[in-house]
């Protein structure tokens, strides 16, 4: 028995002091002083992960003082979970984010083609983590291939646990891929050629609406304006056009006095939207794509399956400057994994050098999660202090003129000066 309460873990030490935090009555109970789990990640990981918790705990004890702590719990995925535990994915690891609740990591490696399964993945399917939650906004300063970047500013729920991402795949000429593809050619009277890989795309009625419940709730929280709903329906009806009609049943079966659809704001408001109604709409993906750029500010909240959603994020990140400036999140009904949006980079491991800033965010994305919303704006807006003064790493500062190019720890140095 610790501070963290009763759990089975094998090769970690729970820290002496902290508490955990808990969910009571549907909601986190957070102590003063929570133990919150990090997995440093692989690659530049260990750089950003070290800078990041300077600037998160930095946050909290000029907000707070003595009175909150963070305490760190380490645990392990990818490389150095294999160099201690013999695998990349040790189930200590999940058993303490599951105990713990609320936990965030940095990049882990995915071998592309051959190798293991994505770790990314892995964490979400089985911690979960049905929503994969990353706000998009533009932060003054930051420069941008768009001309009105500022015009961003969304929060995309894209579905964590199906579509294409389920995995379930078969190499071409494996037993198991050919097994298939002969039943599908015979029963159901399909040409697929013998020597296709093939997998399957499941999208459910239950992992749409739980998402798209979340989408809405949060939308309503936040006072945003609108959802829409991204899907290729038009194409693959019965698995991206079912996820627009089971997500237009959630609005109308359990929110029909929060929201309104684009065409009852046509037969009965004259095309004007009432101001207390969060619109609900949705879009073909192709199109999405051509209309978050021209028409950026119409978008709020987006809802999109899989694979839709991972594109979408990486094209509105872009935007405001790259995936160095999104944060992100997966989360469940209570536990939730904050991360960073990009990857290891491992060429420029131990460097020093890379932007920490989507870590940094994603704490943010953390701190407001436990309610510690004080810290999370304090981070902000020191970070955007820092870039408009011209104070970045390489990444920025090549796009800058008369940047001042600093070092990974230089910028959080910077970034905690202005706090």
């Known amino acids: 028995m610790t501070a963290g309460g009763e759990i089975p873990l094998d090769k970690i030490v729970l820290p002496p002091e902290g508490e955990r935090i808990q969910v009571i009555e549907d909601k986190l109970a957070v102590p003063d002083c929570p133990i919150i789990p990090f997995i440093e990640g692989d690659g530049i990981g260990p750089d950003i992960t070290r800078a990041a918790q300077w600037a998160w705990n930095a946050a909290v004890t000029k907000t707070y003082g003595d009175s909150r702590k963070i305490v760190w719990l380490e645990l392990y995925a990818g490389e150095k979970a294999l160099q201690r535990y013999g695998e990349v994915l040790p189930q200590d690891t999940f058993r303490a984010i599951e105990h713990f609740v609320v936990a965030i990591k940095g990049p882990l490696t995915t071998p592309v083609g051959t190798g293991y399964r994505s770790l990314n993945v892995a964490l979400r399917q089985k911690l979960d983590l049905y929503a994969c939650v990353r706000p998009v906004a533009y932060l003054p300063g930051v420069p941008s291939p768009v001309t009105h970047p500022e015009r961003m500013n969304i929060v995309i729920f894209r579905e964590n646990t199906e579509d294409v991402y389920a995995g379930i795949e078969w190499p071409k000429g494996s037993e198991e891929g050919e097994k298939v593809i002969s039943y599908l050619n015979k029963e159901f009277d399909l040409h697929i050629p013998q020597d296709s890989g093939i997998g399957i795309k499941p999208i459910s009625q239950r992992a749409t609406q739980r998402l798209v419940r979340k989408a809405i709730q949060y939308a309503i929280g936040q ?35 929060e929201t309104i659809t684009e065409k009852e704001i046509q037969q009965r408001y004259g095309g004007e939207v009432p101001p207390d109604k969060v619109v609900v709409k949705d879009r073909i993906a192709d199109s999405m794509f051509q209309q978050i750029l021209t028409r950026t500010a119409e978008y709020d909240v987006i809802a ?12 509105c990140a872009a935007q405001i400057g790259g995936l160095g400036m999104a944060p992100g999140a997966n989360i469940g009904d209570f536990t939730a994994l904050f991360e960073a949006t990009h990857g290891t980079a491992p060429k420029y491991a131990g460097l020093d050098k890379v932007n920490p800033s989507s870590l940094i965010l994603s704490g943010k994305m953390m701190l407001e999660y436990i309610g510690w919303r004080e810290a999370a704006e304090l981070i902000q807006s020191a970070l955007v202090r820092t870039i408009q003064q011209k104070k970045v790493t390489y990444d920025l500062a090549r796009q800058m003129q008369g940047a001042t190019k600093l070092k990974t720890s230089e910028f959080t140095s910077a970034i905690v000066e202005n706090m």
């Not at 999109?304 to 994020?313: E, H, R, T």
């Open 223 to 257: 006072g945003r304006r609108s959802i829409t709903v991204m899907h290729k329906g038009n194409i693959m009806k019965y698995t991206e056009g079912a996820f627009r009609d089971w997500a237009y049943q959630v609005a109308r079966d359990e929110f029909p006095e």
């Open 304 to 315: 999109a399956p899989n694979l839709n959603g991972d594109y979408l994020s990486d094209a």
